[in-house]
């Protein structure tokens, strides 16, 4: 069966752009998370979905981050004018319900120059 | 202080050795505890879930001390294929909310 697909892969971008990260999440999934991961450094949570809603933002680095979450289902998080501290794996991960064990998908690998 | 601290390492040890990981957090909120791996430049995958009594799953051993605040991981009979980073994670709030630790890097040679 499909795992979380995250797109795309890797994406290399100047600063000052703004870059769209897509994640879909395993069919079924109403839990929907999305973390960041820097170099030799653990998972920072960014942003929770359950459903269409976003009951916690609290780990969005700034107001230059967005995420939502149509249909239950895609996710996609945007990043506007991107900073060179905004180089980083961004992971999403689903699970069946809020307390289950989360899935992570491969991951964007995001830098900018 | 961070949340979830771990030792960074690298643990190098040769095959068939113990290894022991430790981790300490520092909310006592926190309500469940899990050992992920994470291979170079891969996702984390869930390796087993912390229980209370402490729980066994084939070489690996997990334990919890709540009144510590410490959780650890034995590996014993270390293989070259479980060279990774082992992530000590926190689930902290009413939702699946999972706080990370930095990681202990594990290398295991022949």
Not at chain 1, 64 to 87: P, W
Not at chain 2, 97 to 106: S, Y
């Amino acid at each position: 069966g499909a795992g979380v697909s995250q797109s795309p892969s890797n994406k290399v971008t100047e600063k000052g752009k703004d870059v769209e990260l897509r994640c879909d999440p395993i069919s079924g999934h109403t839990a929907l998370y999305w973390y960041r991961q820097s170099l030799g450094q653990g998972l920072e949570f960014l942003i929770y979905f359950q459903g269409n809603s976003a009951p916690d933002k609290s780990g969005l680095p700034s107001d230059r981050f967005s995420a939502e979450r149509t249909g239950g289902s895609v996710s996609t998080l945007t990043i506007q004018r991107t900073q060179q501290e905004d180089s980083a794996v961004y992971l999403c991960a689903s699970s069946p319900a809020g307390n289950q064990p989360q899935h992570f998908g491969d991951g964007t690998r995001l830098s900018i120059l | 202080r961070k949340e979830v601290e771990q030792d960074p390492g690298p643990f190098n040890v040769p095959e068939g050795a113990t290894v022991a990981f430790n981790c300490t957090y520092s909310n006592s909120a926190s309500q469940s505890f899990f050992w992920y791996r994470q291979d170079c430049r891969k996702e984390p995958k869930l390796l087993m879930s912390v229980y209370s009594s402490g729980n066994e799953d084939g070489r690996f051993t997990a334990q919890l001390n709540r009144a510590s605040q410490y959780i650890s991981l034995l590996i014993r009979d270390s293989k070259l294929s479980d060279s990774a980073t082992y992530l000590c994670v926190v689930n902290r709030g009413g939702y699946n909310k999972l706080i990370f630790g930095a990681g202990t890097r594990l290398a295991v040679h022949p």
